[in-house]
C-alpha cells in the first residue's frame, strides 16, 4: 500500500527542537550493505547499494512508490534474496537458511505495514510466543517482559484481549512489543503505519519516537515525513533503486541536494 502523501508531513516549524537523536553518540556500524543488487525479473529494484548503519542510529528511508526502499528493508532479514553483494549484522554474513537464517531473524526485530499477529492467540500470546519458542524463556519470565513491553508501547491493559478486539493503532504496537520482546540488535520498520486509519497514525509513531530516543537501532521505511524529521539520525533517499542522497533530516528537508529529491519533497510537503 502506497501513499502519496504523509498525514503527519506538514513538518511544523519547531518539529526539531524535541530530537535529541541527532546528538547522540552512535556505535560501531551494526547494519552494512556492500554493492547490493536485486532483479525480480528485468526490473532492477536494488542497484548496487551501498549503506551502513551504526549501532543506536534510527535511520529512515523515504522516497517514491517502487523506489525498493521495502526491498532494501526486507533484504536485511532476507525475507528478499539479492542477486550480488553482501549483507552483514554485527559483523556476521546473512546466513542462507537454516537455524543460522532463524537465529539471524531474532537478532533483527520487523514491523510490517499490516500487524500479522495470531488472530487466535491473545495479546499476551502473541508477544510471548517468540521467547518462549526461540529463546527457551519460561512461561513466567516471558509473560513479565511481555507486561513491561506492553506497558512500554501503551497498552499494556490490553493483555488479555484478542486482536480483533483492538484497533488497528494498537494491534501495531502489540506487533512492535513482540518484536522488541526477541531482544533485537536493531528494529526494521516497512511502512508501519500506512495501513492505519490517519487518527491511529500518531500512537504508533509516538511509540517509535520512544524508541529512538532509548537508542534502538532503527531502519525506518516510512511516508511519514514529520517523523522522518523528529526521529532520525539521517534521512535515505531513494528513487528508481538507487540511494540519491542521504542526510542529516534538517540539512536534507531544508536543502535536498538533487533535483530527485527536490521534486519529491515539493510534492509531498505540500498536501
Not at 36 to 64: C, M, S, Y
Not at 84 to 113: H, N, Y
Not at 173 to 194: G, N, Y
Not at 196 to 217: F, H, I, R
Amino acid at each position: 500500500m502506497d501513499q502519496s502523501t504523509s498525514t503527519t508531513g506538514q513538518p511544523a516549524a519547531d518539529s526539531t527542537a524535541d530530537a535529541p537523536t541527532s546528538d547522540r553518540a552512535l556505535g560501531a556500524p551494526l547494519v552494512e550493505l556492500s554493492r547490493v543488487n536485486k532483479h525480480f525479473g528485468a526490473l532492477h529494484v536494488l542497484q548496487d547499494i551501498d549503506l551502513t548503519v551504526r549501532k543506536g542510529e534510527v535511520l529512515v528511508v523515504i522516497g517514491p512508490s517502487g523506489s525498493g526502499k521495502s526491498t532494501l528493508c526486507r533484504a536485511i532479514n532476507r525475507l528478499e534474496t539479492i542477486d550480488d553483494g553482501t549483507i552483514t549484522v554485527d559483523g556476521k554474513t546473512l546466513p542462507e537458511e537454516g537455524k543460522a537464517l532463524a537465529q539471524l531473524r531474532a537478532e533483527v526485530g520487523m514491523v510490517f505495514q499490516s500487524f500479522n499477529l495470531f488472530a487466535h492467540k491473545t495479546v499476551l500470546d502473541n508477544v510471548t510466543l517468540g521467547p518462549r519458542k526461540v529463546r527457551g524463556l519460561s512461561k513466567k519470565d516471558a509473560e513479565e517482559q511481555a507486561r513491561k513491553l506492553l506497558d512500554r508501547v501503551g497498552v499494556g491493559n490490553q493483555a488479555g484481549k484478542m486482536p480483533a478486539q483492538l484497533s488497528g493503532g494498537q494491534q501495531q504496537r502489540v506487533a512492535i512489543a513482540r518484536a522488541l520482546a526477541m531482544q533485537p540488535k536493531v528494529m526494521l520498520f516497512d511502512e508501519p503505519t500506512s495501513a492505519l486509519d490517519p487518527e491511529m497514525v500518531n500512537e504508533v509513531l509516538d511509540a517509535m519516537v520512544a524508541l529512538a530516543q532509548e537508542g534502538m537501532t532503527m531502519i525506518v521505511v516510512t511516508h511519514e515525513m514529520g517523523f522522518a524529521r523528529k526521529a532520525a539520525d539521517r534521512v535515505v533517499f531513494m528513487a528508481d533503486g538507487q540511494i540519491v542522497e542521504e542526510a542529516a533530516p534538517e540539512e536534507f528537508f531544508t536543502a535536498p541536494k538533487s533535483e530527485r529529491a527536490r521534486d519529491f519533497l515539493s510534492k509531498i510537503l505540500t498536501h
